[in-house]
């Protein structure tokens, strides 16, 4: 009794928090981006000076330096940086990391009593500000006592221009056999500073440039904290249609037995659980309900699926009448999508048969929208903590 009244209760609060948002095209919600390779037996990374192939040949170790700060700070590994490697690197492969020469082979014979798993190499290709003053003249004018303006003086000034601009790329090397987990393209930062009274000066845009770049190579091979915008469309109902094509609507009867209810939410939500909830339109009680994980996989078949029955929706929900599905991360109503239950137009149903709610089967996820599968792995527990904000990014 106390869990039927308590989930009365949620579904009347994620009623509410979904009304205000009936019609809005998106939704932004926080999720945890997981990269594609990571595995939580993935512990421990080094970050080595990176290459520099910009014109300040210490751009690569400043960039490194930095980048493996925010990767500590991010919390998704134990991070060694460059001043930890060196009684565990010989020179010779500090020249290798940080030159033209075979990381994969180096990064297969580094073997530093296993304490370190993979190692980050990397490339700076641009490290690079400029400055621009430009003087200028302006005309300054004044009135007279007959209330005409004239040009009394000329004002000279100076306009500042400030920009700095970061590019570098990255590849996570494994120790154990030289196998590279990932690399990236060149991701690339820059801080522009312009006016009479510039608020960063040459050193100060630079740093902003590189935390910009270094943000985005953060990103890519972390847990991060993620905003994204979900579509409208990203729960929808269906019915079977020839071939098995999906007839979406929101337009159903109380003979109906059979109906999809399809999720489909980008690959960034990889990992990150989810749940789906059914009530009647501003009622309280729960008429169908699951919780899922979704995958990669998910994302690539077109979404999951699950069966529903709307017959039993209007059964259990007091007859025919609108019905609200709520997609939940979280505590937080993401999105909610309204659809009719009617009666069929001159059809007695007052001796219609008894429906059951579809069984889940405790998959935790409904079918692939494809083909059929399963609703994923479970959720890493692990939390990204990034400038002391679980979050945000760094």
Not at 250 to 260: L, N, V
């Amino acid at each position: 009794m106390r869990a039927t009244v308590m989930r009365s209760v949620m579904c009347c609060l994620m009623l509410g928090a979904g009304a205000w948002m009936g019609g809005c095209g998106e939704k932004k919600m926080i999720v945890t981006q997981y990269p594609e390779f990571y595995t939580e037996d993935l512990q421990t990374v080094a970050v080595v000076p990176f290459r520099s192939m910009a014109r300040d040949p210490q751009a690569g170790e400043r960039v490194s330096e930095i980048f493996a700060r925010s990767l500590q700070r991010n919390n998704t590994y134990k991070v060694f940086a460059q001043n930890d490697l060196q009684a565990m690197l010989t020179q010779q492969d500090l020249e290798i990391f940080a030159g033209t020469g075979d990381a994969a082979s180096a990064a297969a014979r580094f073997k530093p009593g296993g304490q370190i798993q993979a190692l980050m190499v990397g490339t700076v290709t641009m490290y690079d500000v400029t400055r621009d003053d430009q003087r200028h003249q302006e005309p300054v004018y004044s009135t007279d006592r007959n209330g005409r303006r004239y040009q009394s003086s000329t004002r000279t000034y100076t306009v500042t221009r400030i920009e700095a601009t970061v590019s570098v790329s990255a590849a996570l090397i494994r120790v154990s056999d030289g196998t590279q987990l990932h690399a990236t393209s060149m991701e690339t930062g820059k801080a522009i500073e312009e006016g009479e009274r510039i608020q960063r000066n040459e050193t100060e845009c630079l740093r902003v440039a590189t935390q910009q770049a270094v943000s985005k190579l953060v990103e890519q091979f972390a847990v991060v904290n993620k905003e994204l915008r979900v579509d409208k469309n990203a729960v929808r109902l269906a019915r079977d249609g020839m071939g098995g094509v999906r007839n979406f609507t929101d337009k159903f009867s109380t003979t109906d037995a059979s109906a999809q209810l399809v999720v489909d939410l980008p690959v960034s939500c990889d990992r990150n659980e989810f749940r789906w909830l059914i009530c009647r339109d501003k009622g309280q009680t729960e008429l169908d309900a699951d919780t899922f994980v979704w995958t990669r996989e998910a994302a690539r078949s077109g979404g999951m699926m699950w069966d529903i029955c709307p017959a039993q929706l209007a059964q259990d929900g007091g007859g025919p009448g609108s019905v609200t599905v709520q997609l939940i991360n979280g505590r937080e109503v993401v999105l909610t999508k309204k659809f009719k239950i009617d009666a069929p137009k001159g059809q007695d149903t007052s001796a219609s048969r008894r429906y059951e709610r579809p069984s889940r089967d405790g998959d935790r996820g409904g079918r692939s929208g494809g083909r059929g599968g399963d609703g994923g792995p479970a959720r890493n527990s692990r939390v990204p903590v990034i400038d002391g904000n679980p979050a945000g990014n760094d």
